[in-house]
């Protein structure tokens, strides 16, 4: 399947700055997603990450809190601005690949203080 | 919220015992899909039924779908202590995006020696 290197893997943040999330595929995928898991729940979707277009996002999210890029077929990067202690959660991105379907990064803790 | 529902919330089980944890959901799906997480990281993908099947088995785990209840559930069989994990269900929607997830809300297994 697909292997997706997210970085970076945990991170500690002063309120009111920004981070930013990097995905890389190792092939082209078709779809990729950004997901956010507060602390000891589930996964919610943020948006989906549209190559070369704007990111369409879920209900209860906004491109000025979360903006997303995909330049092409196996990056993105979502940034989490203006932090607040409610961000810190752990952010996954997903892709979808044509043959084997859904993979998922490793994951980023966040933690702002 | 669409998210589903999973019991229990959490299992503790002995090392060769079975675990059993089920899925309920609320729209029709394309397909169901299992991941594990191991200590808030990133997802592993398990297994996916599609709408069409009642029931699928890989290695140890055997899945079963019953679309008529909006349910599925996931069997463990003869756990080990590397089982110990967070599983989750997710379904992808039958209309829409087909692509985007809707994860359940977790089942905490622990598997004691």
């Known amino acids: 399947s697909a292997v997706i290197s997210q970085k970076p893997s945990r991170d500690i943040c002063q309120r009111g700055t920004s981070l930013t999330i990097q995905c890389q595929v190792d092939?082209?995928?078709?779809?990729m997603f950004w997901y956010r898991q507060q602390p000891g729940q589930s996964l919610t979707l943020i948006a989906t990450?549209?190559?070369?277009?704007?990111?369409?996002?879920e209900s209860g999210f906004v491109i000025d809190k979360f903006p997303i890029s995909r330049p092409n077929l196996t990056f993105s990067t979502l940034t989490v601005s203006n932090m607040s202690p409610e961000d810190s959660s752990i952010y996954l991105c997903?892709?979808?690949?044509?043959?084997?379907?859904?993979?998922f990064g490793s994951g980023t803790r966040l933690t702002v203080v | 919220s669409q998210q589903g529902e999973e019991d229990p919330q959490a299992l503790s089980i002995q090392e060769g015992e079975n675990a059993t944890m089920n899925c309920s959901y609320k729209t029709s799906i394309n397909n169901l899909q299992w991941y594990r997480q191991n200590s808030g990281r990133g997802l592993v993908h398990l297994i996916l039924i599609r709408s069409n099947e009642r029931e699928k088995h890989s290695g140890r785990l055997r899945v079963t779908l019953d679309t008529s209840k909006k349910s599925s559930s996931l069997l463990i069989t003869a756990s080990r202590a590397a089982d110990t994990a967070s599983y989750f269900c997710a379904t992808a929607a039958l209309t829409g995006t087909a692509s985007k997830l809707t994860f359940g809300t977790g089942t905490r297994l622990q598997v004691t020696l």
């Open positions: 997903s892709a979808i690949d044509t043959h084997y379907g859904y993979t």
């Open positions: 092939s082209q995928v078709t779809m």
């Open positions: 990450a549209n190559q070369g277009s704007e990111a369409t996002y």
